[in-house]
């Protein structure tokens, strides 16, 4: 009797402990400044979505937020950076794409991708991501502010409509980024959407003495809100390999990406601080 309870137990502890050594699923964010972490936390106001998605996560999942500011799809190819993310992937692995600001810019040869070039690029992510058996997510865009006599508008062109025919065509699941901030926005309007951007008065932080309007980036409560309406829409379209670890709560207390990024010129990396408790803007 004492042999089976001995053998039970011991069952029991390697249970626990095959459990607990498990690699936890990693979440890449590949993106761009919407999406990025920010490290200017005490001078500047500004946030990207991604850095705080882990807020509205929970369960064994990390965030590796690989978004950076200005790329596009072909920078961020052309970079190594995407390579960056394969190199670190594993099998299981969510990546979460979203371009779109940044390769409509003819005038910048470095970024731009006509939108043939961004649906190849894009296409080509999803398949290089699948041949490593990662679970890919594709985004539109997030939406620009922009009203006009109370009437809002889109400025992304094509490149929404192309994410959107890219995803049925390799068959990933779409969060449609661009058609939610947009009904986002229009809900609050033109007067109480601006305190959700980089829409900085004189004298309010140290990196813009003299203050700043910036319609496309967030500030944390923006970033707050694009993340849960990222969340809330996986949660809808109810993705068995990504349900289990959203925790959208409309009232949770913002949680910070801890990723260190890779410095591509070097072996350093550049270190974002979690503990936000005691960091007021």
Known sequence: MRKIVSIGIL?????????????????????????ADKTELDISPERGWGQLLPTYLKGRIVVQNHAMNGRSTKSFVDEGRWA????????????????????????????????????RNLTRMINEAQAQQLHVILCTPVCRRYFKKGEF?????????????????????????????????????DEA??????????????????????????????????AGIFVQALAKANIKWVKPYLNYRPNAKPVYS???????????????????????E
């Open 258 to 280: 801890t990723f260190c990024r890779p410095d591509f010129k070097s072996d350093k990396t550049v270190k974002v601080e979690s503990d936000m408790k005691s960091f007021k």
């Open 153 to 189: 508008y889109l400025h992304h062109g094509d490149y929404p409509k192309a994410a959107r025919e890219v995803a049925q065509a390799t068959n990933v699941p779409l969060i449609d980024m661009e058609q939610l901030t947009q009904e986002w926005l229009i809900g609050l309007g």
């Open 84 to 119: 960056e993310v394969l190199r670190r992937a594993h099998k299981g692995d969510i990546v979460v794409l979203q371009f779109g600001h940044n390769d409509a810019k003819v005038s910048d040869p470095k970024r731009y991708a006509s939108v043939e070039d961004y649906t």
């Open 193 to 226: 959407s601006k305190a959700y951007f980089m829409n900085v008065p004189a004298g309010e932080c140290i990196k813009f003495p003299e203050g700043k309007t910036d319609n496309t980036h967030y500030r944390e409560n923006g970033a707050m809100a694009a």
């Open 11 to 35: 069952v029991s502890v390697l249970l626990v402990w095959v459990a607990a050594s498990k690699k936890p699923v990693t979440m890449f964010m590949v993106g761009d400044s919407t999406m």
